[in-house]
């Protein structure tokens, strides 16, 4: 029960347990920074090797160490402690490293002593509502704190101020091949292209295609689409399979959507089924929850 109830409050309660410290300063004239609790020497801190943000842009970390070589840091690194004199950064990675090229010795701090949970839950939650990871980063982050912690999609929708549709889609992009995140990762890719590869036979070299052509989102849904009409037309032959057409998988695409599951449906004239599978418990009653709400 407590971690349940730590889980829905983790939104809402995010800024009073970092103390609103990390947030960008307003613009009006009245605005002051937050007080650090003390100043640290760098390299007693380390960052935190669970953070989900893995990509920082080199010529924004050198923008920042030169308002950090003029201004100092405005805004105190979150951190906690790991042992006596050490600490690991909560929030607060990316003025950690252009602190050192700025080759500051020391930096101001605000401590925070939470556990591992606790720690991870902060980091994903506050690159989400600042925007800062990557779409492929951010789906790694929901699918860690699903398996570590047990969340449930809509727990996540609830924490990160999403729907669950949004949560959804994101982890959906986790079943593409290594080389398709990799254009995700580098930006060559937008989320909403690889989204719509998802379901296609070969999702790589599709990527490959939207990527040398510039192709535009809309662009790439109907490549998608002509591929999973292909997929779905009868194969002539001397053993000729039935396939499904391409509206039973565009309905199985968007209940899997609506989902966050894998939605199988197998259809004929006389009826048919729907098999939706699930990986653990908490997906089963977040399946049985919905059902009961019909």
């Given at each position: 029960?407590?971690d349940?109830?730590?889980?829905?409050?983790l939104?809402?309660g995010?800024?009073?347990?970092?103390?609103?410290?990390?947030?960008?300063?307003p613009?009006?004239?009245?605005?002051?920074?937050?007080s650090?609790?003390?100043?640290?020497?760098?390299?007693?801190?380390?960052?935190n090797p669970?953070?989900p943000?893995?990509?920082f842009?080199?010529?924004?970390?050198h923008?920042l160490a030169s308002?950090i070589?003029?201004?100092?840091?405005?805004?105190p690194?979150?951190?906690?402690?790991?042992?006596?004199?050490?600490y690991?950064i909560?929030?607060?990675?990316?003025r950690?490293?252009?602190?050192?090229?700025?080759?500051?010795?020391?930096i101001?701090?605000?401590?925070?002593?939470?556990?591992?949970?606790t720690?991870?839950e902060?980091?994903i939650?506050e690159?989400?509502?600042?925007?800062d990871l990557?779409?492929?980063?951010?789906?790694?982050?929901?699918?860690?704190?699903?398996?570590?912690?047990?969340?449930?999609?809509?727990?996540?929708?609830?924490?990160i101020?999403k729907s669950?549709?949004?949560?959804?889609?994101?982890?959906?992009?986790?079943k593409?091949p290594?080389?398709v995140?990799?254009?995700?990762?580098a930006?060559?890719?937008?989320?909403?292209?690889?989204?719509?590869?998802?379901?296609?036979?070969?999702?790589?070299t599709l990527a490959?295609?939207i990527?040398?052509?510039?192709?535009?989102?809309?662009?790439a849904?109907r490549?998608?689409?002509?591929d999973?009409?292909a997929?779905?037309e009868?194969?002539?032959g001397?053993?000729?399979r039935?396939?499904k057409d391409?509206?039973?998988?565009?309905l199985?695409r968007?209940?899997s959507?609506?989902?966050?599951?894998d939605v199988?449906?197998?259809?004929?004239?006389?009826?048919?089924?729907?098999?939706?599978?699930?990986?653990s418990?908490?997906?089963l009653?977040?399946?049985?929850r919905?059902?009961?709400?019909?």
């Amino acid at each position: 029960m407590n971690d349940d109830l730590s889980k829905r409050r983790l939104g809402r309660g995010l800024a009073a347990l970092i103390g609103e410290m990390d947030q960008p300063l307003p613009v009006d004239s009245d605005s002051r920074p937050v007080s650090a609790d003390r100043l640290i020497p760098i390299e007693f801190i380390a960052r935190n090797p669970r953070n989900p943000r893995r990509s920082f842009d080199d010529a924004e970390l050198h923008d920042l160490a030169s308002s950090i070589r003029q201004h100092g840091i405005v805004q105190p690194v979150v951190v906690r402690t790991l042992a006596v004199g050490q600490y690991e950064i909560i929030a607060g990675e990316r003025r950690w490293r252009a602190a050192q090229l700025a080759g500051l010795v020391e930096i101001p701090v605000i401590v925070r002593d939470v556990d591992d949970k606790t720690a991870l839950e902060i980091a994903i939650v506050e690159n989400v509502q600042r925007s800062d990871l990557n779409a492929l980063e951010e789906a790694l982050g929901y699918e860690q704190l699903i398996a570590e912690y047990g969340y449930t999609q809509n727990d996540l929708g609830e924490i990160i101020g999403k729907s669950r549709s949004h949560v959804a889609n994101s982890l959906r992009l986790l079943k593409l091949p290594e080389p398709v995140r990799d254009l995700l990762a580098a930006g060559s890719l937008s989320a909403g292209h690889a989204r719509a590869l998802v379901p296609t036979s070969d999702p790589a070299t599709l990527a490959r295609t939207i990527v040398s052509k510039g192709m535009s989102v809309r662009d790439a849904e109907r490549l998608a689409q002509n591929d999973i009409k292909a997929q779905s037309e009868p194969k002539l032959g001397a053993r000729q399979r039935d396939q499904k057409d391409s509206d039973t998988v565009a309905l199985e695409r968007t209940l899997s959507d609506t989902l966050g599951l894998d939605v199988t449906i197998s259809h004929k004239t006389t009826g048919g089924q729907i098999r939706i599978s699930y990986k653990s418990l908490e997906q089963l009653e977040e399946i049985c929850r919905l059902l009961e709400r019909r």
